[in-house]
């Protein structure tokens, strides 16, 4: 395969994928905008009902947000009774998100719709396809992921 080919190849992938991840990203916004969350919102709620009490450090890297993005995210769902931050008894510096009793309960009733939301996006594939596309993509991920910055225009 020439280099060129190799390149439009690659750049067809890359416009399939982000298309692919809007379209199903469309279904779980507008999931969660229907309880009054964004969609990064809801992604911190689910990380804290499904991990337990995380650092914000955590947290920011889990959710691929800046430090000030988490803290201001973190901001709102404290005010709406949602999250509460925890000191941390090793680090006076470091403070853990956990969810309140009220989170905790909004989950419990939400997220089997919005996993549900989620299962219907993805009909498109049978689940045998799902299950290979996230082998798949997860692989290309960790490549891409342990890659330096700027050294695949150097090859």
């Known amino acids: 395969m020439t280099k060129r080919n190799r390149q439009e190849v690659a750049l067809n992938l890359w416009v399939v994928l982000a298309r692919s991840y809007a379209a199903v990203a469309a279904h779980a916004s507008a999931h969660a905008a229907s309880h009054g969350l964004t969609g ?24 691929l947000v800046s430090s000030g993005g988490i803290t201001y995210l973190v901001d709102r769902l404290t005010e709406k009774g949602l999250v509460e931050r925890r000191d941390c008894p090793e680090d006076r510096r470091a403070r853990y998100a956990a969810l309140t009793r009220k989170g905790t309960a909004l989950l419990d009733q939400i997220f089997p719709e919005h996993a549900e939301t989620i299962a219907r996006a993805l009909e498109g594939l049978s689940l045998e396809e799902q299950q290979r596309s996230a082998k798949v993509l997860k692989a290309l991920g960790h490549y891409a992921a342990e890659l330096p910055v700027g050294e695949a225009a150097a090859k």
């Open 40 to 63: 990064t919102e809801f992604g911190i709620l689910e990380a804290l009902y499904h991990k337990g009490d995380m650092l914000l450090g955590e947290l920011q890297r889990k959710l």
